[in-house]
């Protein structure tokens, strides 16, 4: 390891150390729960037995705390619940949870210490302790990096596990029998003679009792729900189309409001002139706000009318107004001023590749927008007693604290009512659209106001994902790989988002080196460094983050160096692999896609390895060359999430985001001119399209004994895949996307 290695790591790991070591009562906080906020006016004769288990003489209420953007997060937190719970489908409904500090997300922190997942020293787990220590302490609420399923896994469970073990004590206490002789099942607590008493009729006298926190969770083998196909709660109301989502919610009495934003993200409004849309029907009020203008009509489309109607003078971009300015900031950012940190160097690579044939090759990843089907949205109700907001958010924490700093409202005051999204894919985590729907409601009080984006202007505000460049340079001996040394440049996600929340980010950022210098290929001489460009066009988490250009950059410049040793690009990554789990998911990958038959003439096919969030991923691409452009013909993927919760949600996980990473890969970038992104709608950022979609195999390993998400592991794998599959059919390398600049797709 160089000495800059070292010093990032300490930089982190004494950092974060310092931040809760600094708390006086930081270990006691870490330790006391926080108060269930379930309990604020609870109605006498309810129960609420944990944050996350509410019952009355009515209904079962499970608590669901995470976001569901589409990923199934209510129907997972839900069944875990239910499984130690003894409730059978149907004998419960589920509720978002609100703002609390109850609610913490432990794995958000712990899955940024800076270690690879295979390391299990003292030092990388003392940092992930610290880490997830760290999110308790802010009370932190958030959904992202694929934490869903690892954060709840055992705390739903458990959650599940004393409700049940209070409802049988409640039990003893009606009947006199004793607490060993009760059993649970489908909803009740069952006597010794059969009679079975549902929880509704024992929730009064559980409202009583301390809740049981000595629990024995239940094996695996008496899992009744974990592991089985589940019927999603939300799948029939999707399905038909009834479905509420946040852009839905119209509250009694509601005004619509639309807005204009500098086009040049960040820049000023100079001037504007509204006369023409005030006079236009419907308009209720134009009003200046941050970035531009907001007008409120008595519907969306006559807000959206009027908004177009307004003459604007917008200022200069604060970033570079043309694209080739942005690359070439880039380009010049591979110097030691930018050098953020040195990831990883096992052997000495400037010796090796002294005097060696050097391999070269640069590689490029453009801005990407995140493109939710749902555009962004917000309702919020400001009076003078408190506030209202209906919004599906990912960091609901965050914006309850803001809105409360905004209106001057106490938080306690703020209400906060979380909505189902339709999609996200890290959009959902920034705060404009609430933001800007709280400046217009407090201007209005005691009046309701929706903020609906245009497409096309969710579009242009949108903070996408950052722009990349690589430089490899390599060598091979002996029909092996000797050397890796890859250099990575690009703009800190991490940073832009924290400095839109007033805050700095201390030490090297992970994420601008994630699914490169992590990846388990022990090949003798490997150096990762990663440059971090200063910000251009601010840009944000993106579904896989960083992984998702880098994990392209990685894994193609190894398959380029495979080829030159005349190696199998298979058989070279096994003999490369250092980490059992890896090495599972690349085997099966292999069997299930035959690797190493003939895939015919006009085809090719390509694997890629990527990790990242934790989780080993495998994928195959197979393609035919047809005379009108590359067909993507099957996708095989192997990943290692240990226990999986629904099998049929993770086999669409999986998919989903196979689909993700191949339809960005092919068609999708975000440029620049005169300082505006010129991508405003699906028809110029198209993504996969249905008649392109291939079959997707999938298969989890399940070696794994932790417990892992699965929403963004499958996408980094499917670029590098389809590279190789192209190259493989045609023998043209592709090293920049969107990989329609060189090949038609069909």
Same mark, same amino acid.
């Given at each position: 390891m160089s000495r800059a290695g070292r010093i990032a790591r300490r930089t982190v790991l004494f950092g974060s150390a310092a931040i809760v070591g600094g708390v006086a009562f930081g270990i006691w906080k870490v330790r006391t729960p926080y108060p269930n906020p379930l309990e604020d006016g609870l109605d006498v004769g309810h129960a609420a037995l944990s944050p996350w288990v509410k019952i009355t003489g009515d209904e079962i209420v499970l608590i669901t705390p995470h976001t569901d953007l589409g990923q199934g997060a209510y129907q997972m937190q839900a069944a875990l619940i239910a499984e130690e719970l003894d409730l059978d489908p149907g004998q419960y409904r589920t509720e978002p949870g609100e703002p609390a500090p109850a609610y913490y997300n432990t794995a958000a922190g712990a899955d940024v210490a800076p270690f690879r997942s295979s390391d299990t020293r003292l030092r990388a787990e003392a940092t992930r302790s610290v880490l997830a220590s760290f999110t308790k302490l802010l009370g932190m609420m958030v959904t992202g990096g694929s934490s869903s399923v690892p954060d709840s896994f055992d705390k739903l469970r458990l959650a599940g596990a004393t409700a049940r073990e209070t409802l049988k004590r409640a039990a003893a206490e009606e009947t006199g029998l004793p607490v060993s002789e009760l059993r649970t099942a489908s909803g009740a607590v069952v006597l010794p003679d059969g009679t079975a008493l549902p929880y509704t009729e024992l929730a009064a006298t559980a409202a009583t009792l301390d809740v049981v926190e000595e629990v024995t969770l239940r094996d695996p083998s008496q899992w009744r729900l974990i592991g089985q196909p589940m019927q999603r709660l939300d799948i029939v109301a999707k399905s038909t189309g009834t479905q509420v989502y946040g852009i839905d919610i119209a509250p009694e009495g509601v005004v619509h409001a639309a807005i204009r934003l500098n086009p040049r993200r960040g820049g000023a +409004?100079?001037?504007?002139?509204?006369?023409? @849309?005030?006079? +236009? $029907?419907? =308009?209720?009020?134009?009003?200046? *706000?941050?970035?531009?203008? %907001?007008?409120?009509?008595?519907?969306?489309?006559?807000?959206?009318?009027?908004?177009? %109607? *307004?003459?604007?003078?917008?200022? $200069?971009? !604060?970033? !570079?107004?043309?694209?080739?300015?942005?690359w070439q900031r880039v380009a010049d950012s591979f110097t030691d001023d930018f050098l953020d940190s040195e990831w990883r160097h096992d052997g000495d690579a400037d010796a090796a590749l002294d005097g060696a044939d050097v391999i070269e090759a640069e590689y490029r990843a453009p801005y990407v927008a995140h493109q939710p089907l749902e555009p962004l949205s917000a309702v919020v109700l400001v009076t003078d007693g408190g506030v209202d907001i209906w919004v599906a958010h990912q960091f609901q924490s965050y914006v309850a604290e803001k809105v409360a700093g905004i209106t001057g409202h106490a938080a306690e005051d703020v209400r906060y009512h979380q909505q189902y999204a339709g999609g996200s894919f890290g959009h959902r985590l920034e705060w404009d659209n609430v933001g800007l729907a709280v400046e217009i409601a407090n201007r209005m009080r005691g009046t309701p106001v929706k903020l609906t984006y245009r497409r096309e202007e969710d579009f242009a505000q949108d903070y996408p994902r950052q722009i990349g460049m690589a430089r490899g340079r390599g060598s091979v001996r002996n029909?092996?790989?000797?050397?890796?040394?890859?250099? *990575? @440049?690009? *703009?800190?996600?991490?940073?832009?988002?924290?400095?839109?929340?007033?805050?700095? =980010? $201390?030490? $090297?950022? +992970?994420?601008? %080196?994630?699914?490169?210098?992590?990846? !388990?290929? %022990?090949? !003798?001489?490997?150096? +990762?460094?990663?440059?971090a460009v200063p910000e251009l066009a601010p840009v944000s988490s993106w579904r896989s983050v960083g992984a998702s250009s880098q994990g392209f950059f990685a894994s193609a410049f190894l398959d380029e160096l495979i080829f030159e040793a005349g190696a199998d690009p298979l058989a070279e990554r096994l003999r490369l692999c250092d980490y059992d789990l890896a090495r599972g998911v690349l085997e099966a990958v292999g069997e299930m896609s035959d690797w190493g038959s003939d895939p015919g003439e006009g085809r090719g096919r390509g694997i890629s390895y990527v990790e990242s969030f934790g989780v080993p991923v495998a994928e195959v691409v197979d393609v035919t060359a047809t005379p009108v452009g590359i067909r993507i013909d099957k996708v095989f993927v192997a990943v290692d999430v240990g226990t999986v919760v629904d099998p049929v949600n993770f086999e669409n996980q999986v998919q989903g985001g196979v689909v993700w990473g191949l339809g960005h890969a092919m068609n999708c970038e975000i440029t620049y001119s005169d300082g505006m992104a010129q991508q405003r709608n699906y028809h110029a950022h198209a993504g996969m399209r249905l008649y392109q979609c291939p079959s997707i195999e999938v298969r989890n390993v399940g070696r794994a004994t932790s417990v892992r998400g699965v929403g963004e592991p499958p996408v980094p794998p499917a670029a590098p895949a389809l590279a190789g599959a192209i190259f493989a059919a045609t023998g043209q390398r592709l090293r920049e996307m969107p990989f329609d600049k060189f090949v038609t797709f069909v």
């Amino acid at each position: 390891m160089s000495r800059a290695g070292r010093i990032a790591r300490r930089t982190v790991l004494f950092g974060s150390a310092a931040i809760v070591g600094g708390v006086a009562f930081g270990i006691w906080k870490v330790r006391t729960p926080y108060p269930n906020p379930l309990e604020d006016g609870l109605d006498v004769g309810h129960a609420a037995l944990s944050p996350w288990v509410k019952i009355t003489g009515d209904e079962i209420v499970l608590i669901t705390p995470h976001t569901d953007l589409g990923q199934g997060a209510y129907q997972m937190q839900a069944a875990l619940i239910a499984e130690e719970l003894d409730l059978d489908p149907g004998q419960y409904r589920t509720e978002p949870g609100e703002p609390a500090p109850a609610y913490y997300n432990t794995a958000a922190g712990a899955d940024v210490a800076p270690f690879r997942s295979s390391d299990t020293r003292l030092r990388a787990e003392a940092t992930r302790s610290v880490l997830a220590s760290f999110t308790k302490l802010l009370g932190m609420m958030v959904t992202g990096g694929s934490s869903s399923v690892p954060d709840s896994f055992d705390k739903l469970r458990l959650a599940g596990a004393t409700a049940r073990e209070t409802l049988k004590r409640a039990a003893a206490e009606e009947t006199g029998l004793p607490v060993s002789e009760l059993r649970t099942a489908s909803g009740a607590v069952v006597l010794p003679d059969g009679t079975a008493l549902p929880y509704t009729e024992l929730a009064a006298t559980a409202a009583t009792l301390d809740v049981v926190e000595e629990v024995t969770l239940r094996d695996p083998s008496q899992w009744r729900l974990i592991g089985q196909p589940m019927q999603r709660l939300d799948i029939v109301a999707k399905s038909t189309g009834t479905q509420v989502y946040g852009i839905d919610i119209a509250p009694e009495g509601v005004v619509h409001a639309a807005i204009r934003l500098n086009p040049r993200r960040g820049g000023a +409004m100079e001037r504007f002139d509204a006369t023409a @849309a005030r006079e +236009m $029907p419907g =308009v209720i009020e134009v009003m200046e *706000v941050t970035g531009g203008i %907001a007008v409120v009509a008595d519907n969306t489309w006559r807000a959206f009318r009027a908004a177009d %109607a *307004v003459e604007i003078d917008w200022g $200069p971009a !604060p970033y !570079p107004a043309e694209m080739e300015a942005h690359w070439q900031r880039v380009a010049d950012s591979f110097t030691d001023d930018f050098l953020d940190s040195e990831w990883r160097h096992d052997g000495d690579a400037d010796a090796a590749l002294d005097g060696a044939d050097v391999i070269e090759a640069e590689y490029r990843a453009p801005y990407v927008a995140h493109q939710p089907l749902e555009p962004l949205s917000a309702v919020v109700l400001v009076t003078d007693g408190g506030v209202d907001i209906w919004v599906a958010h990912q960091f609901q924490s965050y914006v309850a604290e803001k809105v409360a700093g905004i209106t001057g409202h106490a938080a306690e005051d703020v209400r906060y009512h979380q909505q189902y999204a339709g999609g996200s894919f890290g959009h959902r985590l920034e705060w404009d659209n609430v933001g800007l729907a709280v400046e217009i409601a407090n201007r209005m009080r005691g009046t309701p106001v929706k903020l609906t984006y245009r497409r096309e202007e969710d579009f242009a505000q949108d903070y996408p994902r950052q722009i990349g460049m690589a430089r490899g340079r390599g060598s091979v001996r002996n029909g092996q790989v000797e050397t890796y040394d890859l250099q *990575v @440049a690009t *703009v800190s996600a991490l940073r832009s988002q924290f400095s839109r929340l007033g805050q700095s =980010v $201390p030490g $090297p950022d +992970m994420q601008i %080196a994630a699914g490169a210098w992590d990846q !388990p290929f %022990a090949v !003798p001489n490997f150096r +990762m460094r990663a440059y971090a460009v200063p910000e251009l066009a601010p840009v944000s988490s993106w579904r896989s983050v960083g992984a998702s250009s880098q994990g392209f950059f990685a894994s193609a410049f190894l398959d380029e160096l495979i080829f030159e040793a005349g190696a199998d690009p298979l058989a070279e990554r096994l003999r490369l692999c250092d980490y059992d789990l890896a090495r599972g998911v690349l085997e099966a990958v292999g069997e299930m896609s035959d690797w190493g038959s003939d895939p015919g003439e006009g085809r090719g096919r390509g694997i890629s390895y990527v990790e990242s969030f934790g989780v080993p991923v495998a994928e195959v691409v197979d393609v035919t060359a047809t005379p009108v452009g590359i067909r993507i013909d099957k996708v095989f993927v192997a990943v290692d999430v240990g226990t999986v919760v629904d099998p049929v949600n993770f086999e669409n996980q999986v998919q989903g985001g196979v689909v993700w990473g191949l339809g960005h890969a092919m068609n999708c970038e975000i440029t620049y001119s005169d300082g505006m992104a010129q991508q405003r709608n699906y028809h110029a950022h198209a993504g996969m399209r249905l008649y392109q979609c291939p079959s997707i195999e999938v298969r989890n390993v399940g070696r794994a004994t932790s417990v892992r998400g699965v929403g963004e592991p499958p996408v980094p794998p499917a670029a590098p895949a389809l590279a190789g599959a192209i190259f493989a059919a045609t023998g043209q390398r592709l090293r920049e996307m969107p990989f329609d600049k060189f090949v038609t797709f069909v």
